[in-house]
């Protein structure tokens, strides 16, 4: 298939530590998103990258395109217990296709 | 509030029966799909649609098929040649435009085979 590779497939952090899990395509990438899946929940979209070496943040977030736009990572600094969840990268294509990576779920210790 | 509505919740089938899981979007999206999801597999494409009247295949599309007679309505189901079929079903939509596509999901169904 068309997905791509995301690791660590599973991440336990003490509250208050931070967290990053990476994205990787053998291919050129259009664009990453990445999406955080609840206990029990659905994914819910957080931010879409685009540009070669692009940076965004959001609050504690940060989420990085690499500049080959092969991977991607996502970091979480000083994580809380609401960071709890299932975090996955994707890829869409020209027509309109999404793949997912195969997600990293994070524990957050209290 | 727009959205999308999957039902039902949960849903028990007896092996060699068919099912159907709902799927309908009041957001206007052109775009309709449907995922699996396993633990420790991510998400996994079914079936997918761009417009009315048309549905491609997805990488799992085996032992399902889909519908796509309403912009807002894209059912899936459950056939008996689906081996297993004990999964969470997502749907999603889209409004299907490139550089400004992303996905929303419903609460999505988790089927159980008996």
């Known amino acids: 298939g068309q997905q791509v590779m995301q690791i660590p497939q599973y991440q336990h952090v003490q509250e208050g530590e931070d967290f990053t899990t990476y994205c990787n395509s053998s291919?050129?990438?259009?664009?990453i998103q990445w999406y955080k899946q609840r206990p029990g929940g659905h994914p819910v979209f957080l931010i879409q990258?685009?540009?070669?070496?692009e940076v965004k943040k959001q609050k504690r977030l940060t989420f990085q395109f690499g500049e080959a736009k092969k991977n991607s990572s996502l970091h979480i600094t000083a994580t809380q217990t609401t960071d709890v969840g299932t975090y996955f990268c994707?890829?869409?294509?020209?027509?309109?296709?999404?793949?997912f990576g195969t997600g990293t779920s994070l524990t957050v210790i209290p | 509030d727009g959205g999308i509505t999957q039902s039902p919740k949960y849903l028990f089938r007896k092996e060699g029966q068919n099912v159907t899981l709902s799927c309908e979007q009041n957001?206007?999206?052109?775009?309709m799909y449907w995922y699996r999801q396993d633990p420790g597999q991510g998400l996994r494409l079914i079936y997918y649609?761009?417009?009315?009247?048309?549905?491609q295949k997805g990488d799992i599309a085996e032992g399902y098929s889909v519908s796509r007679e309403k912009k807002e309505s894209f059912p899936l189901t459950v056939t008996s040649a689906q081996k297993n079929p004990t999964a969470f079903y997502l749907c999603?939509?889209?409004?299907?435009?490139?550089?400004?596509?992303?996905?929303?999901f419903g609460a999505g169904s988790r089927l159980t085979v008996l």
């Open positions: 999603a939509s889209s409004r299907g435009e490139l550089g400004a596509n992303v996905l929303t």
């Open positions: 291919t050129t990438l259009s664009n």
């Open positions: 990258l685009v540009k070669s070496g």
């Open positions: 994707a890829r869409s294509n020209t027509g309109n296709q999404f793949y």
């Open positions: 957001l206007n999206h052109d775009a």
């Open positions: 649609s761009q417009i009315v009247n048309d549905f």
